[in-house]
Protein backbone atom coordinates (compact mmCIF):
# COMPACT_ATOMS: atom_id res chain seq x y z
CA UNK A 1 0.00 0.00 0.00
CA UNK A 2 1.48 3.29 -1.24
CA UNK A 3 0.83 6.79 0.90
CA UNK A 4 0.68 9.78 -0.75
CA UNK A 5 0.87 13.40 0.68
CA UNK A 6 0.94 16.59 -1.15
CA UNK A 7 2.21 19.92 0.15
CA UNK A 8 3.03 23.08 -1.05
CA UNK A 9 -0.30 24.68 -2.06
CA UNK A 10 -1.53 28.01 -1.20
CA UNK A 11 -3.30 31.22 -2.24
CA UNK A 12 -0.56 33.27 -4.86
CA UNK A 13 -1.49 35.76 -7.08
CA UNK A 14 -1.81 35.68 -11.38
CA UNK A 15 1.66 35.15 -12.38
CA UNK A 16 2.69 34.04 -9.18
CA UNK A 17 4.35 30.54 -8.88
CA UNK A 18 4.32 27.82 -6.32
CA UNK A 19 6.23 24.06 -6.51
CA UNK A 20 4.37 21.30 -4.95
CA UNK A 21 5.57 18.38 -3.45
CA UNK A 22 4.20 14.46 -3.11
CA UNK A 23 6.27 12.35 -0.76
CA UNK A 24 5.61 8.75 -1.10
CA UNK A 25 5.73 5.99 1.70
CA UNK A 26 4.99 2.27 1.67
CA UNK A 27 6.20 1.27 -1.41
CA UNK A 28 9.35 1.29 -3.96
CA UNK A 29 9.12 4.75 -5.35
CA UNK A 30 10.91 3.57 -8.57
CA UNK A 31 8.66 1.10 -9.76
CA UNK A 32 5.89 3.78 -9.91
CA UNK A 33 4.58 6.19 -13.33
CA UNK A 34 3.43 9.32 -11.13
CA UNK A 35 0.55 11.96 -12.05
CA UNK A 36 -0.04 15.45 -11.31
CA UNK A 37 -3.82 15.53 -11.12
CA UNK A 38 -6.36 18.92 -10.28
CA UNK A 39 -10.24 19.24 -9.81
CA UNK A 40 -12.02 22.64 -9.55
CA UNK A 41 -15.18 23.62 -7.97
CA UNK A 42 -18.07 21.79 -10.13
CA UNK A 43 -15.78 20.42 -12.53
CA UNK A 44 -14.22 16.67 -13.18
CA UNK A 45 -10.68 16.01 -12.32
CA UNK A 46 -8.44 16.83 -15.07
CA UNK A 47 -4.97 15.67 -15.61
CA UNK A 48 -2.13 17.86 -15.36
CA UNK A 49 0.99 16.36 -16.07
CA UNK A 50 2.84 13.00 -15.90
CA UNK A 51 6.16 11.18 -15.14
CA UNK A 52 7.55 8.01 -16.21
CA UNK A 53 9.75 5.68 -13.42
CA UNK A 54 13.00 7.05 -13.72
CA UNK A 55 12.15 10.49 -15.05
CA UNK A 56 13.06 10.00 -18.23
CA UNK A 57 9.63 11.15 -19.83
CA UNK A 58 7.28 13.29 -19.05
CA UNK A 59 3.88 14.92 -20.79
CA UNK A 60 1.53 17.84 -20.31
CA UNK A 61 -1.63 18.96 -20.63
CA UNK A 62 -1.72 21.53 -23.39
CA UNK A 63 -3.03 24.05 -21.06
CA UNK A 64 0.08 23.65 -18.51
CA UNK A 65 2.37 23.39 -20.95
CA UNK A 66 5.45 25.92 -20.87
CA UNK A 67 4.15 26.81 -17.59
CA UNK A 68 4.54 23.46 -15.11
CA UNK A 69 7.38 21.27 -15.00
CA UNK A 70 6.71 17.52 -13.46
CA UNK A 71 10.23 16.07 -11.70
CA UNK A 72 10.67 13.58 -9.79
CA UNK A 73 13.73 12.51 -6.93
CA UNK A 74 13.86 9.04 -6.60
CA UNK A 75 16.26 8.76 -3.43
CA UNK A 76 13.56 11.48 -1.87
CA UNK A 77 10.42 9.17 -2.64
CA UNK A 78 9.08 12.51 -4.19
CA UNK A 79 7.37 13.93 -6.84
CA UNK A 80 7.19 17.82 -7.71
CA UNK A 81 5.34 20.27 -9.67
CA UNK A 82 7.07 23.52 -10.05
CA UNK A 83 4.71 26.08 -11.55
CA UNK A 84 4.88 29.31 -12.59
CA UNK A 85 3.03 32.16 -14.32
CA UNK A 86 0.36 30.73 -12.57
CA UNK A 87 -3.56 31.79 -13.83
CA UNK A 88 -6.92 32.02 -11.68
CA UNK A 89 -8.18 29.03 -14.14
CA UNK A 90 -5.31 27.28 -12.41
CA UNK A 91 -7.55 27.02 -9.05
CA UNK A 92 -7.90 23.82 -7.95
CA UNK A 93 -7.39 21.57 -5.83
CA UNK A 94 -3.78 19.40 -6.62
CA UNK A 95 -3.73 15.76 -6.51
CA UNK A 96 -0.78 13.19 -7.00
CA UNK A 97 -1.07 9.79 -8.25
CA UNK A 98 1.07 6.91 -8.43
CA UNK A 99 0.76 3.88 -11.32
CA UNK A 100 2.51 1.00 -10.96
CA UNK A 101 4.28 0.86 -14.70
CA UNK A 102 6.14 -1.93 -16.17
CA UNK A 103 8.94 -0.12 -18.21
CA UNK A 104 8.82 4.17 -18.60
CA UNK A 105 4.95 4.09 -19.55
CA UNK A 106 3.69 7.51 -18.58
CA UNK A 107 -0.44 7.60 -18.12
CA UNK A 108 -2.82 10.67 -18.46
CA UNK A 109 -5.94 8.99 -17.76
CA UNK A 110 -7.34 8.71 -13.94
CA UNK A 111 -8.21 5.24 -13.87
CA UNK A 112 -4.50 4.13 -14.67
CA UNK A 113 -3.92 5.11 -11.42
CA UNK A 114 -4.05 2.77 -8.03
CA UNK A 115 -2.81 5.54 -5.56
CA UNK A 116 -4.02 8.96 -4.60
CA UNK A 117 -2.61 11.40 -2.38
CA UNK A 118 -5.38 13.79 -0.55
CA UNK A 119 -4.59 17.07 -2.49
CA UNK A 120 -3.53 20.00 -1.95
CA UNK A 121 -5.44 23.45 -2.42
CA UNK A 122 -4.33 26.07 -4.96
CA UNK A 123 -5.59 29.39 -5.14
CA UNK A 124 -4.91 32.06 -8.08
CA UNK A 125 -6.36 35.70 -7.51
CA UNK A 126 -6.65 38.19 -10.22
Known amino acids: QVQLVESGGGLVQAGGSLRLSCVAS????????MGWFRQAPGKEREFVAA????????EYADSVKGRLTISRDNAKNTVYLQMISLKPEDTAVYYC???????????????????WGQGTQVTVSS
Open 97 to 115: AAAFAFGYTIYAQTDSYDY
Open 26 to 33: GGTFGTYA
Open 51 to 58: ISRNGGST
